[in-house]
């Protein structure tokens, strides 16, 4: 099982990026994802997950009408489109996964997830 994000760098405040999570070694289309991320002496808090079938989507206030996650099952990977991006988004992004049954929504709790990839950092310069 691995999970592989990508897509961080540096950008200016008001920037965009497009972080990808690319999953391998297992059936994707059985996991819903999460993103989360964590800023130097912050605790990992949940940005954004996506269910199974990429019908429910959550996100945390905080990036709400900024960030937007979808998924291409056939790929094996979700997309988390980041906008208006600010300094305070600035963390090292991690995607995860957890296997879930068809009807269930996703949620943005760390500890329900099994799988993590390694994260990619994102840092928002004012």
């Known amino acids: 099982v691995q999970l592989q994000a990508s897509g961080g760098g540096l950008v200016q405040a008001g920037g965009s990026l497009r972080l990808s999570c690319a999953a391998s070694?297992?059936?994707?289309?059985?996991?819903?994802i999460g993103w989360f991320r964590q800023a130097p002496g912050k605790e990992r808090e949940g940005v954004s997950c996506?269910?199974?079938?990429?019908?429910?989507?959550d996100y945390a206030d905080s990036v709400k009408g900024r960030f937007t996650l979808s998924r291409d099952n056939a790929k094996k990977t979700a997309y988390l489109q980041v906008n208006s991006l600010r300094p305070e988004d600035t963390a090292v992004y991690y995607c995860?996964?957890?296997?879930?049954?068809?009807?269930?929504?996703?949620?943005?709790?760390?500890?329900?997830?099994?799988?993590w990839g390694q994260g990619t950092q994102v840092t928002v310069s004012s």
């Open positions: 996506i269910s199974r079938s990429g019908g429910r989507t």
């Open positions: 070694g297992f059936n994707f289309n059985e996991y819903a």
């Open positions: 995860a996964a957890v296997r879930t049954i068809l009807t269930v929504p996703c949620v943005l709790t760390a500890g329900r997830y099994n799988y």
